[in-house]
């Protein structure tokens, strides 16, 4: 049958893709519905039409699966950070294990490697130890008759980069982040904070980023704003350490680029401290408001636990940790390696990674600022850098760079770790890696990072043929 945009059809949810749609077939013909679960018969809508595939809404859920749970948060369905909570803990694992086989299959090639089942993660409420919030003043209405509004403070619905639920409880962070959050929106609107337009590009504030120290029990708050403005910040954060006692650090970022991100290009501390500190195994990190730390930390423990078991240290390996953010890969491996080099981008990362491995005593580690696709060809410090035996790699979602890839084969270290936080482009970086009968894959470890979202980690043990 033809399928048409507006055309509106009864389908079966038959499975989940990897980003969290549903997947349907129409004679034949595949159809991505989102806000869907496997099991689920639905009414749906089709909003978008291609050669190969559609793209589809459900307007009514006929009839919902078998193992179809109650979603706990009231924002479920409109905000996009807990894209399947209506599904059991033990449904949502074995969906992301197979997307990773798949994935595997389908853009790798691999049709006889073993993918172990996802590692669950420890807690599946409040795990989250940073969220970031975005102000508006657009919100978007959930139903129908919210009434209009001209200031909010949330989270962007899925596919929007310019329209912000607002949020008043979320599940994912600690609760008394979510107080924070709450306290935040009701002291911006009475005093009339201007939120920054993502299209007219004016207003002042425009993030809240809440860290919380699993470990540790330590708070950051970091206000993002346009310009630093003392008579609006100052009252702000007295006001609120009066309330919340337990906050450790606050911090003003600020930021006039015009893309959406929370990174600020200048910091004012309002505390003594402009770190929190959490733990890792036997080692305590220091994080900065724009540094990356692993998102669920008690998950990163079995995460890190893996990468270890992947690389099967002596003790007489020189190791590099790409994209080592704050060094937790690096300074974990430092304790069972001869040398470990960690590269990264960020100065704040860098920064701190440097001043874990002092406040630890860990001296065989060390840290290069730079872009990986230019350090390694560029910079003058790698003209002397050692060769690696293990190489571990933990990029962000867009994968590996072509460049790097090439560095890394010409490299050619016994094994390489790849810790990947997207299946897609990990099955594309692990064909690259294993074209020419290169390296062998030899593990294949899925772990839940973020429980009731649509994403996956997963680590990939390698060894050179």
């Not at 560095?407 to 094994?415: G, V, W, Y």
């Not at 593990?443 to 649509?454: E, G, I, L, N, W």
């Amino acid at each position: 049958m033809g399928i048409k945009r507006g055309q509106e059809l009864e389908v079966e949810i038959e499975s989940l893709a990897y980003g969290g749609k549903g997947v349907a077939h129409v004679d034949g013909f595949t159809i991505f519905v989102e806000r869907t679960i496997p099991g689920q018969k639905a009414r749906i809508r089709v909003k978008k039409k291609r050669q190969q595939y559609a793209e589809a809404y459900p307007v009514e859920i006929r009839q919902p699966a078998a193992g179809e749970i109650e979603a706990k948060c009231p924002h479920f369905g409109v905000c996009g950070g807990c894209s399947v909570q209506n599904m059991s803990y033990p449904d949502q694992l074995a969906v992301k294990t197979t997307q990773v086989k798949d994935l595997l299959e389908r853009v790798g090639g691999f049709r006889d490697i073993p993918v172990k089942p996802a590692l669950p993660s420890p807690d599946i409420f409040h795990y989250r130890n940073k969220m970031e919030f975005s102000f508006t003043r657009r919100p978007w209405m959930a139903r129908p008759d919210d009434p209009m509004d001209d200031f909010g403070l949330g989270l962007h619905v899925p596919g929007r980069f310019d329209r912000v639920l607002p949020i008043d409880v979320c599940y994912l962070q600690k609760p008394i982040c979510t107080d924070i959050l709450n306290f935040t929106s009701r002291w911006a609107r009475e005093h009339q904070w201007e939120p920054f337009d993502t299209k007219t590009h004016t207003g002042w504030t425009r993030h809240l980023v809440l860290r919380y120290g699993e470990h540790t029990n330590e708070i950051m708050v970091n206000l993002v704003t346009r310009t630093h403005d003392p008579a609006l910040v100052e009252p702000y954060f007295a006001t609120l350490k009066e309330k919340f006692p337990p906050i450790t650090v606050m911090v003003n970022n600020t930021t006039r680029s015009r893309a959406e991100v929370a990174i600020g290009e200048a910091e004012y501390a309002y505390s003594k401290s402009r770190v929190i500190h959490d733990r890792l195994g036997e080692l305590t990190y220091e994080i900065a408001a724009n540094a990356f730390f692993q998102t669920n930390t008690r998950q990163a423990e079995q995460l890190y636990a893996e990468t270890l078991t992947q690389a099967k240290l002596s003790g007489n390996e020189v190791v590099y940790d790409l994209y080592c953010g704050t060094g937790t890969i690096a300074l974990y491996l430092a304790q069972y390696a001869k040398a470990v080099i960690g590269v990264e981008v960020v100065a704040d990362a860098v920064e701190n990674a440097r001043a874990n491995a002092i406040s630890h005593g860990i001296t065989n580690a060390e840290f290069i600022l730079g872009d990986l696709k230019d350090v390694f060809r560029k910079d003058e410090s790698a003209q002397n850098l050692p060769r690696p035996d293990v190489l571990v790699v933990d990029p962000p979602r867009a994968g590996l760079h072509p460049k790097l890839i090439d560095d890394i084969t010409r490299f050619a270290p016994q094994r390489i770790v790849y810790v990947s936080c997207n299946p897609s482009t990990l099955a594309r970086d692990l064909k690259l890696l294993c074209a020419e009968n290169r390296y062998e894959i030899t593990s294949v470890q899925p772990v839940d990072m973020f429980p009731h979202t649509a994403h996956i980690e997963t680590v990939v043990g390698m060894e050179k043929k």
